[in-house]
């Protein structure tokens, strides 16, 4: 009977754990943050574009293998740890939000997303976690439309910026009084680098690579990505 009673003690736990981890509330991270590393966030929601997350997620998480460097943390952080779905509809766990606990933020990243012209931009809560950030990083990258979120927060005020080359007009019209680059990749102010998105998200963050780290590892991390790398060849603004 005693064995029995253990047995069935057991099932009820095992049912009950079951039943949390298919709570989409429920989220098991994995990630763990080293010492000793830049911590770089990636802000995500529910309509983020693939490559304006994979090709700097890429570039910035291969700096862990290469030696002698001040290697990169990377996480997902959103608003809460529900499932995201990006645009093509791949769905992510977030390691972090920013409603809870999360480590400081050295990098913080900003990829394009679906809703960044339009309802993202009345989401307050999100518009305060990026002033909040752009205290204390040392850099805040947008890729495509992510420059949107960031002019809405009044970090490119005095800053040069561009975005997706056919939405520089919109830009502008939703952004009058920002200083916009158009025809370059990316564009270099300060601590705010800000790109035209899509595949072009690899060279702005292969070029952030080159300011931490120097352009052999740039080009060693370009490499292992069967990147082509050679600052000098890239169309890009960089404002003293």
Same mark, same amino acid.
């Given at each position: 009977? $005693?064995?029995?009673? !253990? @047995?069935?003690?057991? +099932? &009820?736990? @095992?049912? +009950?754990? #079951? #039943? %949390? $981890?298919? *709570? =989409?509330? !429920? %989220?098991?991270?994995? &990630? #763990?943050?080293? #010492?000793?590393? /830049? *911590? %770089?966030?990636? @802000? &995500?929601?529910?309509? %983020? /574009? *693939?490559?304006?997350?994979?090709? =700097?997620f890429d570039i910035f998480q291969h700096t862990i293998f290469r030696d002698s460097i001040k290697a990169m943390n990377t996480f997902l952080i959103a608003k809460t740890k529900d499932v995201v779905t990006s645009f093509e509809g791949i769905r992510m766990l977030p390691d972090f939000s920013y409603r809870e606990d999360y480590p400081q933020i050295d990098i913080l990243v900003v990829p394009s997303a679906e809703h960044h012209l339009d309802t993202d931009l009345d989401d307050e809560e999100m518009i305060a976690f990026l002033q909040k950030t752009d205290k204390e990083a040392q850099y805040i990258t947008s890729h495509c439309d992510g420059a949107f979120v960031l002019a809405k927060a009044g970090l490119l005020d005095k800053a040069v910026s561009t975005t997706f080359p056919s939405d520089i007009d919109k830009y502008k019209k939703m952004f009058p009084h920002l200083n916009v680059r158009d025809s370059c990749l990316f564009v270099h102010d300060g601590k705010y680098i800000t790109s035209a998105g899509g595949a072009k998200s690899f060279e702005a963050s292969l070029y952030l690579t080159e300011v931490l780290y120097g352009p052999k590892i740039a080009s060693r991390l370009a490499k292992g990505l069967v990147i082509e790398w050679d600052l000098s060849k890239i169309p890009y603004v960089f404002i003293e």
């Open positions: 009977m $005693k064995y029995f009673s !253990y @047995l069935i003690m057991i +099932c &009820i736990f @095992l049912s +009950c754990k #079951e #039943e %949390v $981890k298919q *709570n =989409p509330q !429920y %989220v098991e991270s994995a &990630i #763990e943050i080293k #010492e000793d590393r /830049y *911590n %770089v966030g990636f @802000l &995500i929601m529910d309509g %983020v /574009y *693939n490559t304006e997350l994979t090709a =700097p």
